[in-house]
Every structure is written in structure tokens, then in C-alpha cells.
């Protein structure tokens, strides 16, 4: 019985390094067969269109209502210290260091994500892959590089999206609809909000998400088992470690930048 469990444990460990080795090597290949899309840039700019304005709605939506709640739960905070006219500056620190980059990358791992590994796995079940191989086309650099760094770019835009619409939302409840100070709700944000430390920082955040996303759904679509199950099983896999090196990640990023 003992040794059945350390056995699993051991198969357990065993694949997680072989995946994760396999991993490495296919980030690897990307990066090194990325070179040629520099002569074909519309590879990449149409990965941007379906990945970013197809997924525009639902982070415009959700940094809309993300702002409202923030307008009134830092409203009802602040103003027991009456300190309500620094609604602006904590929403404006809350979307640009933490809520945009994370929300927009968890919400871009639910939308984009599972939409790049259901339409890479779904080649391979095909196998439009293998076609392209036969014909002495790389399917990494036709195929997996240009979504790559789609996401990649696509990440930063949509978490800037996320936040303006936020801070919009933010303005909307606490300054039309409760009655706090335009004024000072602008003017208190304009001279806590640092470029560098806090917006270039959320970008920072934003762009390791888009990588850490983009290629978590790239690579669980590319080694799919080219069965619906297979593909199904794949999708799944994507929202959950996404979501979790999201969180991870981000811990780690808000330790080293602000600490």
C-alpha cells in the first residue's frame, strides 16, 4: 500500500517534469522560428483582431462594473475617516497595480484562452497540423508564433481598457451619483498616481500575464489528444493553470516591484 503511493507520487512527478521539460523546449522553438513574422506582420495583427476585439466586450463590461463596486465600497471606507475625496486615488492605485492586470488576464484566460487551445487542438484532430508538415510548413511558426505574440500584445491593451473603463465607472457612482468632489476625485488621483512605479509596473504585470496565458492555452491545444474528449479535457486545463499561475505570478511580481 505504502509503495503503491510513492509510486503514484513518483509517476506524478515524473510527468510533471517531462511536461515541463517539453514546455520549455516548445517555448524555446517559438521564440526562435518568431524571426520570419517580422517579413509577414499580418499573421500577427490578424491573431490581434480575434484575440483583443473579440474579447473588448467582456473587459469593457467587466471593468464598467468593477468600477461602480469600487466607487462604493471606497466610498462607504473612506468616508468613516472623511476621506472620501481620495476615492479617485484608491481606485485609480486598486485597477492600475492589481485589479486590472489580474482580472483582465483571468478574463482573457476564460475568453482567449480556451478559445486559442480549443482551435489548436481542434487542427490537430484534423490534422492540419500534420498537413502542414507534410508540405514542409512549420505549424510552430505558421501557426502557434503569431498567436503568441498576439497575446502577448493583445494583454497590455485590454488591461489599460480595463482600468480607463474602471476609473470611468468609479466617476460615474462616486462623483454623479454620491456627491463626492470632482475636484479632488481627479486631482488627489493625478498627484498620487506615480508612471513609473505603478502604471509602468501594471504593464509589467499585464504583459507577463499575457505571455504566461497565451502560451499555457498554446501548448495544452498543441498537446491535446486529438479526440473531442481530448480537446475538452485541454480547455479545461487551460482556465485552471492559467488561472492559478495568474495568481501565482502575480504574487510574486507584487513582492519584487513594491516591496
Known amino acids: 500500500m505504502i509503495l503503491d503511493f510513492f509510486g503514484a507520487i ?153 482600468s480607463a473603463i474602471g476609473i470611468l465607472g468609479a466617476y460615474v457612482v462616486g462623483v454623479m451619483l454620491i456627491g463626492v468632489d470632482e475636484g479632488g476625485f481627479w486631482s488627489q488621483m493625478q498627484a498620487g498616481v506615480d508612471v513609473w512605479k505603478d502604471i509602468a509596473n501594471g504593464v509589467l504585470k499585464s504583459v507577463v500575464f499575457g505571455i504566461a496565458v497565451t502560451f499555457v492555452a498554446l501548448f495544452q491545444g498543441y498537446e491535446a489528444k486529438p479526440t473531442p474528449e481530448g480537446v475538452a479535457r485541454a480547455t479545461t486545463r487551460t482556465v485552471v493553470i492559467a488561472s492559478l499561475l495568474v495568481l501565482g505570478l502575480d504574487f510574486l511580481l507584487t513582492a519584487l516591484m513594491f516591496s
Open 10 to 162: 513518483g509517476r506524478a512527478a515524473r510527468e510533471f517534469l517531462l511536461g515541463l521539460g517539453f514546455a520549455a523546449r516548445m517555448l524555446w522553438m517559438i521564440i526562435r522560428s518568431s524571426g520570419s513574422l517580422l517579413r509577414r506582420p499580418r499573421l500577427v495583427s490578424d491573431q490581434i483582431h480575434f484575440i483583443g476585439n473579440y474579447s473588448l466586450v467582456i473587459i469593457a463590461v467587466s471593468g464598467l462594473f468593477v468600477g461602480f463596486v469600487l466607487g462604493l465600497q471606497g466610498y462607504y471606507t473612506l468616508n468613516k475617516y472623511g476621506s472620501e475625496q481620495a476615492l479617485g486615488l484608491l481606485v485609480a492605485l486598486s485597477l492600475t497595480r492589481e485589479l486590472g492586470p489580474v482580472v483582465t488576464a483571468l478574463l482573457f484566460a476564460g475568453r482567449a484562452g480556451t478559445s486559442l487551445t480549443a482551435e489548436i487542438g481542434l487542427m490537430k484532430a484534423g490534422e492540419q497540423l500534420s498537413a502542414m508538415e507534410m508540405m514542409a510548413v512549420d505549424p510552430l511558426q505558421r501557426v502557434i508564433a503569431p498567436r503568441f505574440w498576439a497575446g502577448i500584445i493583445a494583454m497590455p491593451v485590454l488591461a489599460a481598457i480595463f
